[in-house]
């Protein structure tokens, strides 16, 4: 019986072990599925204000010592010569061939002390290489992110963590605080009161709109929580639950889950070893029309998922060799799909057809049905020229929408085709009932997709980070 990763895939393809794992749909664990209606979350992050409960979908690994910023710099695309006390950063690694792992953020808290916050990929990368990469001043441990099912037992993390959103939220954010609040600079380190208590923030955005994220003890988890959606009732404030909240990354364009790029590669072999088979990499599921026996196909470079511009050679890290030989120019580009209405409504109301074909379900609002989706995206004569990796409806813009990449020369406005549905059936996965593929025309738009994202955004348009 395997013990690890690397003795999982040996003698066997990846490809085959991912598209029929058994784990069942990628969840957003504790927090209610809706507050009111999944319809009225959505439009209130664009009208009013949201409150987001981001305490239990993620890792937080905690760094401290002298070497923990050289554990940074030596595993990310970012560089790092300028990363202060009070200022988060996006953090980026790739393996030795320049492909993406994961992504996150990392908390620069106090003198050699930091916090990564994000999903299983990079978190797994950092802990391999914190424990075996000969650190010594440094001294690393995780918090793993809630049970996808607690199954009514208590949970409980080290820190809460919200965020206040929408063209609302500075006033519910100055009514918290009993006074203005400066707006500080985009990804700095603030604080505000609520209820009595000094609450840390850092300025950041999802889907456009200005706001804070707040975090702190996990025990005062619900306190802070009541205080906030009690200051909020006048400005409209609702609490988004964990069906709409990852939905909100179609607007704002960011692609949560990308395969981690670990699964081949002789310089990744003691990360396979490392990795159990209960881990993220071993049991998570590879969904969609995209087929490949070779496992690397899926893997992205940092330009494709619109992370060039945080490449940087002023440091060594892992991938830098291979990253240097890349010309940008060559490489497939981000892109929002906006899906035919007609084709998409095929796809809903095949549910009510007795006799007729039935299409892969298109759930509401976000339709992936993997931990990392691949739908194939082709041209009038079927020839593959892109990838759809995270699907799903927005009421703001009622549309079908999906981010992906295409090839370089793809220009905006061209219209093709997203293939939907898996081959021959679909797979044994649990998250798949049996059905046909089809096709639905979309046209290459605008990142972000959203007006007001790409608009009133600044300091970057990274606006979606957690989902």
């Not at 088979?277 to 496992?295: K, M």
């Not at 899906?339 to 609002?365: C, R």
């Amino acid at each position: 019986m395997a013990s690890n990763l690397q003795e999982l895939i040996d003698g066997a393809n990846p490809v085959d072990i991912l598209r029929n794992s058994q784990i069942g749909s990628y969840i957003y664990p504790v927090v209610p599925a809706d507050f009111q209606n999944w319809i009225k979350e959505q439009q209130a992050w664009r009208k009013t204000a949201v409150l987001y409960d981001q305490s239990h979908h993620m890792d937080n690994v905690f760094l401290k010592g002298s070497d923990a910023i050289r554990l940074i710099s030596d595993t990310a695309i970012n560089s790092v010569a300028t990363f202060p006390v009070g200022r988060a950063k996006q953090y980026v690694p790739t393996t030795s061939q320049g492909h993406v792992i994961g992504d996150g953020i990392l908390f620069h808290e106090a003198e050699d002390e930091y916090v990564y916050v994000g999903r299983a990929p990079a978190s797994n990368w950092l802990l391999y290489h914190g424990e075996t990469g000969g650190y010594q001043n440094l001294d690393i441990s995780v918090d793993r992110r809630s049970p996808s099912r607690p199954y009514g037992h208590a949970v409980s993390r080290q820190y809460y963590r919200f965020q206040i959103q929408g063209p609302k939220a500075w006033d519910v954010i100055e009514k918290l605080n009993g006074a203005p609040v400066e707006q500080i600079k985009f990804f700095s380190f603030g604080t505000i009161q609520i209820d009595g208590t000094t609450v840390q923030t850092l300025r950041h955005g999802m889907a456009g709109a200005p706001g804070l994220e707040l975090w702190g003890p996990y025990a005062d988890h619900d306190r802070i929580r009541d205080a906030i959606v009690e200051a909020g009732a006048e400005f409209g404030l609702v609490p988004v639950g964990s069906r709409a909240y990852p939905s909100n990354t179609l607007e704002s364009g960011w692609i949560p889950s990308p395969l981690p790029a670990i699964y081949t590669g002789e310089a990744e072999r003691g990360y396979r070893e490392w990795l159990g088979t209960d881990s993220y990499e071993a049991t998570g599921t590879l969904a969609g029309s995209f087929v490949s026996d070779d496992i690397e196909d899926y893997y992205l470079t940092p330009w494709e998922l619109g992370y060039g511009s945080f490449v940087k050679f002023d440091h060594d890290f892992i991938g830098r060799d291979a990253l240097e030989k890349i010309d940008p120019s060559t490489q497939r580009k981000k892109v929002t799909l906006a899906w035919d209405a007609e084709d998409l409504g095929k796809v809903w109301t095949s549910l009510l057809n007795v006799d007729g074909p039935h299409y892969k379900f298109f759930d509401l609002p976000l339709a992936n049905y993997g931990s990392a989706n691949y739908d194939a995206v082709v041209d009038a004569d079927g020839n593959t020229v892109g990838l759809s990796l995270f699907t799903g409806y927005s009421a703001n813009e009622r549309r079908g929408l999906s981010l992906g990449i295409v090839d370089h020369d793809v220009p905006e406005g061209t219209e093709l085709k997203v293939v939907w549905g898996e081959p021959n059936g679909g797979t044994s996965k649990a998250s798949v009932e049996t059905h046909e593929q089809t096709e639905v025309r979309a046209v290459v738009s605008p990142v972000p997709y959203s007006t007001v994202a790409r608009q009133t955004y600044q300091g970057g348009w990274r606006t979606g980070y957690k989902a």
